[in-house]
């Protein structure tokens, strides 16, 4: 239920048990930020959690946050650029890794 609330993409489906298997066999939970800029006005954003699966690709995963970014990202004066680099760099990194978080969270459910 827990995990329900905090709107984790790709673990619809899952019960605790399966989610702990996808787990060990190398699953991540990701998230990416992305920015959208208007002239004079630079918002910082971040996607939902991201379940990736052991056979999914982060960067594929990623991939609509990052776009946004490079049409959307630089054209806000003058922080748009700064920080559509900074965080193009930090999709091509694999975003922001929450896998930690979320077994403890798991960890607490299962008690």
Do not use: D, H, Q, V
């Given at each position: 239920q827990l995990l329900r609330e905090l709107n984790i993409q790709g673990i619809e489906n899952l019960t605790a048990d399966?989610?702990?298997?996808e787990l060990l066999n190398?699953?991540?939970f990701r998230r990416f930020k992305y920015v959208i800029s208007v002239i004079f006005a630079t918002y910082l954003k971040q996607s939902p959690i991201i379940?990736?699966?052991t056979k999914e690709n982060y960067l594929v995963k990623g991939l609509p946050y990052a776009l946004k970014t490079?049409?959307?990202g630089w054209w806000g004066v003058p922080h748009g650029p700064i920080y559509s680099i900074?965080?193009?760099f930090s999709y091509l990194f694999g975003g922001e890794n929450l896998t930690k978080?979320?077994?403890e969270l798991l960890k607490k459910v299962e008690k």
């Open positions: 399966e989610l702990n298997k190398g699953a991540t379940s990736i699966r490079l049409f959307f900074g965080y193009l978080e979320i077994k």
